[in-house]
C-alpha cells in the first residue's frame, strides 16, 4: 500500500472511531420524576440526559412540565409547576403567618421509599435510575406528604423520554487525546509525502 492509501485508511479509521465516541455519547442515562400536584393529580416523566449527572433541578427542568423557580442565596427555589404554586416573584406566598407553610418539597427515592431532601435540588446529584419527587403541600419535614409510589422501572420503561431544555452534551475531550495525537502525526505523514514528491519531481 502506497502512502497515499496508507493515509486515506487512517483517517477513515479515526473518522469511524469518533462517529462511534459521538454515538456513544447519546441520551443513555434516564431518571423518573413524579410531580404531586396537591389536588389529586400527579404527573409522570422520564428524563433522559447524556451526562453521567445531573441536578436534582435539571432533571425536573428537562421534564418537559412548565417549571417556574427563583434564584435565592441558598439555591434555586423551585415556585410553580404547570400553574401549581406561587409565582417567582413571591415564591413562598403561601408561607405568610401561621403555623401553615405551602410549598413544592423535594423528595428522593431510596431503596423504594420516599426520603424528605435534606438538600436543596440544584446541589443533589442525579444519575441513572434515580427516582425524583416533587409535592405542593405542607412543606416542613414532619408535614410534608411523599409523592404517590412509584418505581423507575414503571416510569420509564417503554414511556416517552422527555429531554426539554437539555444543557448540550458534556464531552470528554481526554478521552480524544490520543485521536488528536494521531490526526497530527497523520499531517505530518502527508506534509512528508508531499515533501518527497517535490523533491523527487526537481531530481528528475
Known amino acids: 500500500m502506497n502512502s497515499r492509501g496508507l493515509l486515506l485508511l487512517l483517517t477513515l479509521v479515526i473518522l469511524a472511531s469518533l462517529a462511534g465516541g459521538a454515538l456513544a455519547a447519546q441520551d443513555d442515562n434516564r431518571a423518573a420524576v413524579v410531580v ?13 440526559f447524556a451526562e453521567p449527572e445531573i441536578s436534582g433541578y435539571e432533571a425536573l427542568s428537562r421534564s418537559g412540565l412548565v417549571v417556574e423557580s427563583e434564584i435565592q442565596a ?4 423551585v415556585c410553580r409547576i404547570d400553574g401549581v404554586g406561587c409565582a417567582a ?3 413562598f406566598c403561601a408561607c405568610r403567618g401561621g403555623d401553615e ?10 431503596d ?3 426520603q424528605y431532601a435534606t438538600a436543596g435540588a440544584a ?20 408535614q410534608a406528604l411523599p409523592p404517590p409510589d412509584a418505581s423507575f422501572d414503571a416510569i420509564c420503561q417503554g414511556a416517552a423520554v422527555s429531554a426539554v431544555a437539555a444543557a448540550s452534551p458534556v464531552v470528554d ?11 497530527v502525526l497523520l ?10 514528491r517535490r523533491a523527487a519531481g526537481r531530481g528528475t
Not at 74 to 77: I, K, R
Not at 101 to 110: E, F, L, T
Not at 177 to 182: G, I, N, Q, R, W
Open 123 to 142: 446541589q443533589v446529584r442525579v444519575s441513572h435510575g434515580a427516582v425524583e419527587g416533587w409535592t405542593w403541600g405542607l412543606g416542613s419535614v414532619t
Open 187 to 196: 499531517g505530518g505523514l502527508a506534509l512528508l509525502v508531499v515533501r518527497r
Open 89 to 91: 416573584d413571591d415564591c
Open 173 to 183: 475531550w481526554v478521552s480524544y487525546a490520543p485521536f488528536v495525537v494521531v490526526l
Open 112 to 114: 423504594g421509599a420516599w
Open 101 to 110: 407553610c405551602r410549598y413544592w418539597s423535594y423528595w428522593q427515592q431510596r
Open 36 to 48: 404531586d400536584y396537591g389536588n389529586g393529580q400527579t404527573a409522570a416523566r422520564c428524563v433522559a
Open 74 to 77: 441558598g439555591g434555586t427555589a
